[in-house]
């Protein structure tokens, strides 16, 4: 049996597990260089401060719940730190005791916070059951320069007296608000049209046939004779008589002269036609003998042909 696990074991797969675990145990242990790194940069000395200034207040009885926690958390850190710093040993850094200032025994050169009226206020460096700055920190000398003028919030949220006399204060109001703007309006009028619809019935809704008649009883070189029938007709209808009515009204023309101007017109109209008929008779006449004569002449220029008619005797006969 055991040889059999030993063959079913792949040896490729423990070399794998075998580098897994190293990794691991690497990781782990870089893992817990580091945390003991950052523990012993903190100050033992600081963390036993606070732990006694707590049971301190333990021993006085005013000690909180809240406060009983603090204290046992700072106890389990003062522990990790201790330990860190055994396990770094000489690379752990070291929080000298140095001799603090008291009050007092500040040094001239070291320049303090300036005050409104030209001292210098020299503060007192208490320690801070709260405080996380090292030692090594505070050991750092002031810089021996003098520093830069510190500036007045006062004289920023509230000016002074002298100053709001010398400059006026913006106005600040807002402007006048503008009145509504008048809106144009554009009013379209027109008068009433009168209209004849009776006259306008009359010239526009017109049979085809009765238009063609008006038109040729119109006096023009386009016009035709009408029958009287046909005038008397057209008269009878309100045709003719409405419009003659209307050019006359128009024109302003007395009906006599109205008369008379429509006979010479007629006359000279009926002139004309017949100087028309004649030409065209005279032309056709014309026509008429250019053709005869032109048949005449085309008869005289025409060669003659003559057949004789011989009789032929045949002499195998």
Do not use: C, W
Not at 2 to 22: G, V
Not at 80 to 94: C, D, S, V, W, Y
Not at 98 to 126: P, S, T
Not at 169 to 182: K, M, N
Request: glycine share 6%; aromatic share 2%; proline share 8%.
């Amino acid at each position: 049996m055991a040889k059999d696990k030993e063959r079913s074991i792949n040896p490729a797969q423990q070399q794998r597990k075998l580098e897994k675990a190293k990794q691991l145990k690497k990781s782990r242990a870089e893992l817990q260089a580091r945390r003991n790194e950052k523990l012993a940069r903190r100050n033992p000395e600081r963390i036993q401060r606070q732990i006694d200034d707590i049971k301190a207040l333990e021993a006085a009885g005013d000690i909180k719940p809240r406060e009983r926690a603090i204290l046992q958390d700072l106890e389990r850190d003062l522990k990790a730190i201790r330990k860190a710093r055994e396990a770094l040993g000489e690379k752990a850094p070291t929080y000298g005791g140095g001799h603090r200032r008291r009050e007092g025994d500040g040094d001239n050169n070291v320049l303090g916070k300036r005050r409104h009226d030209g001292k210098r206020k020299h503060y007192q460096r208490r320690e801070s059951s709260g405080s996380d700055t090292d030692d090594s920190v505070r050991r750092i000398p002031m810089p021996e320069d003098t520093p830069p003028p510190l500036p007045r919030e006062s004289r920023r949220y509230f000016p002074r007296k002298e100053d709001e006399t010398r400059a006026p204060q913006p106005d600040t109001a807002l402007p006048p608000r503008p009145g509504p703007v008048p809106v144009v309006k554009t009013t379209y009028e027109s008068a009433p049209q009168v209209r004849d619809l009776r006259k306008e019935a009359v010239n526009r809704f017109v049979p085809d046939v009765v238009r063609k008649m008006q038109q040729a009883a119109k006096v023009g070189p386009t016009g035709r004779l009408l029958e009287p029938e046909e005038l008397d007709r057209l008269e009878a209808e309100g045709y003719l008589g409405r419009t003659d009515q209307k050019t006359q009204e128009s024109v302003g023309i007395p009906e006599d002269q109205e008369n008379a101007r429509k006979l010479a017109e007629e006359e000279a109209r009926f002139l004309r036609e017949l100087e028309a008929q004649d030409q065209d008779t005279a032309s056709q006449v014309d026509e008429d003998v250019r053709l005869e004569v032109g048949t005449v002449d085309r008869s005289d220029q025409r060669p003659s042909r003559h057949v004789e008619m011989e009789e032929v005797e045949d002499e195998d006969i």
